[in-house]
């Protein structure tokens, strides 16, 4: 097996098993703003730009931007039918709506200041059309399967293995777009709504919504850098910024909620 292999199988699945731990540790708010971090798609553009090459790489990342659009199109009908109904009904509404939007997307294809543009001001409006999240309750919690966090990490290492295997054939446009596939949205969203209540994962995806500020700050840079700087420092730009503004965005979460 390459390193390069072993990477794509090992890295983003442990990063999903540790966003689940602090799920359950410190609650679903703080699990959606941390899950939001580009856990995912900042492993798929990397393999992507040593693959294809920065320039490549680079279409994908604007590409990144605009799809805060389809996550936001996941996240948002799979909340407002789970305040109704079990998670395999509410997945179905989030990927139906996710992938129009992926196609939608697709024949747009924006430059990066529209995408940029066009996700910030998707992220400033969001917030606001979550439905109210259903009572946390003991009777909504089940206890949790021996094969939870398993079963997570193999789905998000069989998307980084397709996404990666095919984007030469999709191009950058789509690579972009579906390496922002909902894979810890939907992942997430499910199992929550499974074991800890409907509740539970209306307030994980509502709480994603302010870490996807740092997401788009990540692909915003990188996509600006790659052509420039090349492949290491671009990234080493990209995941600075995406840190502090997972900061900045976790400071404005606290005041609101002091002053709340």
């Known amino acids: 097996m390459s390193v390069l292999l072993f990477l794509k199988l090992a890295l983003v699945p442990s990063l999903i098993a540790l966003v ?33 090459g920065p320039q490549f790489a680079a279409q994908a990342a604007t590409a990144t931007v605009s799809a805060v659009l389809c996550i936001l199109a996941f996240g948002l009908p799979y909340a407002w039918v ?48 979550y439905p109210q999240a259903p009572p946390l309750t003991a009777a909504a919690v089940r206890p949790a399967s021996r094969a939870d966090i398993p079963l997570r990490m193999i789905a998000s290492a069989l998307l980084v293995l397709l996404v990666t295997h095919f984007s030469a ?32 994962a209306v307030l994980m995806l509502r709480g994603m919504v302010l870490g ?11 996509a600006l850098a790659l052509p420039r700087a090349g492949i290491p420092l671009a990234f080493a730009a990209a995941l600075a910024t995406a840190v502090g503004v997972l900061g900045l965005t976790r400071l404005f979460a606290l005041r609101r909620a002091r002053s709340g």
């Not at 708010?29 to 693959?51: K, T």
């Not at 894979?183 to 539970?200: D, E, I, R």
């Open 20 to 52: 689940t731990l602090a799920g359950r540790r410190w609650g679903a708010s703080l699990a959606g703003w941390l899950s939001a971090f580009p856990v995912v798609s900042a492993p798929i553009l990397f393999f992507v730009s040593l693959e294809q």
């Open 82 to 129: 789970a305040t109704r109904h079990a998670w395999p009904l509410a997945s179905l509404a989030g990927f139906a709506c996710y992938f129009m939007a992926v196609a939608l997307l697709a024949l747009w294809s924006p430059g990066l200041p529209l995408a940029a543009a066009a996700a910030a001001l998707a992220l400033l409006l969001a917030p606001r059309l």
């Open 212 to 222: 996807y500020w740092s997401f788009a700050a990540f692909c915003s840079v990188l």
């Open 169 to 200: 054939r999709m191009g950058p446009q789509l690579s972009g777009l579906f390496a922002m596939f909902p894979v810890m949205a939907s992942v997430l969203a499910m199992f929550s709504h499974h074991y800890q209540g409907a509740g539970f």
